[in-house]
């Protein structure tokens, strides 16, 4: 198998918003680099130094730590102070996760990450616990149950949500504009995302919703297409994925996507790894997103699918695989991108086992568009934008402490570079404040509705995503328009961005 197979199916399982995606590989294949100093001196003056703290602790500390659990600590500072998604897993905590990735398991619906020493939400899953209880993208899990998760890693705070299906949990939720917590009761339950769903929205212009990016989503898409088409009683006239609030997934589901609207062999995703070494190339190819033997997923696709006007909704919500979609098809010049900008997760993860049964994951690589633009700490901005009215708050990658930069340079793009207008945040809380908590309910349920059913009346970004379809010359003058500007350049002398 050659290098460049094996780096295509190393990278199939690597790509998750915050969770990760197991992979199995030898501790070999990721030996010292080549290029590293022969004679690189070893930091002896530091050895020393944490040799003395674990002196200082073993004769001093107010109680004895086993030897294991200080150093399993110490590792896991190391690693987690990297990034926000590196982190060291002991043995329980691997073969858990590796339980999680088989594809059903009890718990609340969400990804999440940690900003500021707390767990935050990336984006609730569809049609789960946590959305149905009003969990929404950015808000703070300040306590599970009656835990603080101050200082909680990632897997640590998924530890404590999961659970036997049918057993309560409580979550203390912070949510921007909130004067006071939020507190939400839940009731665990087998997470089994349906990935695709689909809806005729007029005659000739069908809408596919992509919630997560799972192992049967390419073909669940060719079936939904299908599915269109077959209402429509005939071909369609124009096309809208769905890619908001979609965390990721996997990295082949998200390839096999962009292949159902581009032409076959054009690329799709590339990684360049340290020193911006070049890694994988994945292609609008059937090698390159079908994971197991089999007939290709895309087989008796509509032909008019990568043809016909299309869109792409995305917003803060729509992280990893969702953005390598909405990349590829903007650089394409396929689909306009509309909403909002995306959340900036584009480094890969690599889970590598370790001797004794721990493993590390380890950010390995960064991903890059067809055009070469880095989607890291800025994300896909929208060729049309159109903002939510009901989202006053945004989370993004560049949020998270510890974040990696865009290597392209430019300023990270996180919440403080919104614009928010005091006046309607006031009103806005004013209005909320009048609410009666059954109006509030049922407007909860009517969001959750029209998620589920499309209501192109009481959705401002999915009415322009059908406007620009039905207007075909519009629609051409919008496509690639972010994608036209040029990568923003720090000036390396006063750090000041220079385009404008």
């Known amino acids: 198998m050659s290098t460049k197979s094996t780096l295509k199916k190393v990278a199939i399982y690597t790509l998750g918003a915050f969770s990760g995606i197991a992979l ?33 602790i073993k004769a001093n500390y107010y109680r004895d730590k086993p030897d294991a659990e ?12 990297l990034d926000p998604h590196s982190e060291y897993m002991d043995k329980k905590g691997y073969a858990e996760m590796k339980e999680s990735t088989s594809g059903e398991f009890g718990g609340l619906g969400m990804e999440i990450g940690q900003e500021d020493g707390f767990v935050k939400v990336v984006a609730p899953i569809e049609d789960t616990p946590a959305e149905r209880a009003g969990v929404k993208s950015g808000d703070f899990i300040v306590k599970i149950d009656n835990t603080s998760t101050r200082g909680l890693t990632v897997s640590e705070a998924v530890k404590k949500m999961r659970g036997k299906p049918g057993t309560k949990i409580t979550l203390t939720l912070s949510r921007k504009n909130a004067d006071k917590p939020i507190v939400v009761n839940l009731t665990r339950a087998i997470i089994k995302v349906k990935s695709v769903r689909h809806h005729l929205l007029e005659k000739d212009y069908g809408y596919i919703r992509v919630s997560q990016f799972q192992e049967r989503t390419v073909a669940a898409l060719n079936e939904a297409a299908q599915a269109l088409v077959k209402e429509n009683k005939g071909l369609l006239k124009g096309i809208i994925l769905d890619l908001r609030d979609d965390p990721g ?17 054009v690329t799709v995703v590339s990684t360049k790894g340290r020193n911006k070494k070049e890694g994988m190339v994945l292609k609008a190819t059937a090698e390159d997103y079908i994971t197991t033997s089999g007939k290709d997923p895309l087989a008796g ?17 729509s992280a990893s695989a969702s953005e390598i979609v909405a990349g590829a098809l903007q650089d394409h010049k396929r689909a306009v991108v509309v909403g909002t900008q995306s959340f900036g997760k584009g480094s890969v993860q ?21 055009n070469d633009r880095s989607i890291q700490a800025q994300g896909i901005v929208p060729d049309v934008e159109v903002k939510d009215k009901d989202r006053a708050f945004e989370s993004r990658e560049a949020d998270l402490a510890g974040h990696i930069g865009n290597p392209l340079g430019g300023e990270d793009v996180n919440s403080s570079n919104e614009i928010s207008t005091p006046d309607s945040n006031e009103a806005a809380k004013a209005d909320e404040n009048a609410k009666s908590k ?20 009481k959705d401002d970004q999915l009415r322009k995503a059908l406007d ?33």
Do not use: C, H
């Open 249 to 265: 997934g996997l990295l082949n589901g998200a390839v096999g996507v962009s292949a159902a609207f581009l032409q076959p062999d």
């Open 438 to 457: 059954k109006g509030k309910d049922k407007e909860k349920d009517e969001d959750i509705s029209s998620r589920r059913i499309p209501n192109p009346a």
């Open 301 to 317: 696709l509509p032909a008019e699918l990568k043809t016909i006007p299309m869109t792409v909704l995305i917003n803060a919500g």
């Open 70 to 81: 200080l150093f399993e600590g110490a590792m896991k500072g190391m690693v987690s102070d």
């Open 24 to 56: 199995s590989l030898s501790v070999q294949s990721f030996a010292a680099e080549k290029d590293k100093k022969d004679n690189e001196a070893l930091p002896v003056q530091t050895i020393r130094t944490m040799a003395e703290v674990y002196g200082q």
């Open 350 to 370: 690599t889970l590598i086992p370790l001797s004794g049964g721990s493993a590390v994951k380890l950010t390995t690589a960064l991903y890059y568009t067809p």
């Open 468 to 500: 620009l379809v039905k207007n075909p010359a519009e629609w051409q003058k919008s496509l690639g328009l972010a994608a036209k500007k040029p990568a923003p350049k720090k000036d390396k002398k006063d750090g000041k961005d220079e385009s404008k």
